[in-house]
């Protein structure tokens, strides 16, 4: 009986210290989750990495390059605003767009004052959301060309090339 008694007591005990070590446990679990996302979240930029102004000087078609870090390919939106602007309407994005084996990015041409190609190389993926837009009293269309090879674009991330590349 005494036997019973200590295993019985020995084994509460072994639970009893089981439990807080499973809740510390989970805390610590939750702490790192929190904390991950936290910095991934803080490492995420979006920048305007290029804008090229229609023939007719009236609207901009605005590029953004978002980087979320090392775990994530770039992601690039266009935008069409009257000249100058700082926002706009968003027309489409490319997830991983390149414009050559080594050089990120898309490049913006206008065919003519209403007509705005979206050129690159390869992408993961792209959505052009929008084919018309009226901005600044004109009907604009987008259009998107894959396999577009840029031999002179650089290396690396577009916002990285703008900045001089700094770690080269």
């Known amino acids: ?21 499973r809740d510390a446990l989970r805390q610590a679990a939750v702490l790192v989750i929190v904390t991950l996302g936290f910095l991934m979240s803080a490492c995420s930029s979006r920048d305007e990495v290029l804008r090229v102004t229609s023939p007719d000087g009236k609207v901009d078609a605005i590029l953004f390059e978002e980087d979320c870090g090392a775990p994530c390919s770039f992601l690039y939106e266009v935008r069409l605003a009257r000249k100058g602007s700082r926002s706009g309407e968003r027309v489409t994005l490319l997830d991983a767009a390149t414009r050559n084996d080594n050089a990120w990015g898309v490049n913006l041409r206008w065919l003519d004052a209403d007509n705005l190609s979206v050129e690159y190389f390869r992408a993961n ?12 009293g004109d009907r604009l269309r987008v259009s998107l060309h894959a396999g577009v090879y840029d031999p002179q674009a650089p290396s690396g ?11 080269n």
Do not use: C, W
């Open 1 to 21: 009986m005494f036997r019973q008694l200590t295993a019985s007591y020995t084994e509460g005990m072994e639970n009893a210290a089981y439990f807080p070590l």
């Open 125 to 136: 993926h792209t959505d052009l959301q929008q084919k018309t837009v009226d901005i600044a």
């Open 157 to 167: 991330g577009m916002l990285y090339n703008l900045r001089g590349r700094p770690y």
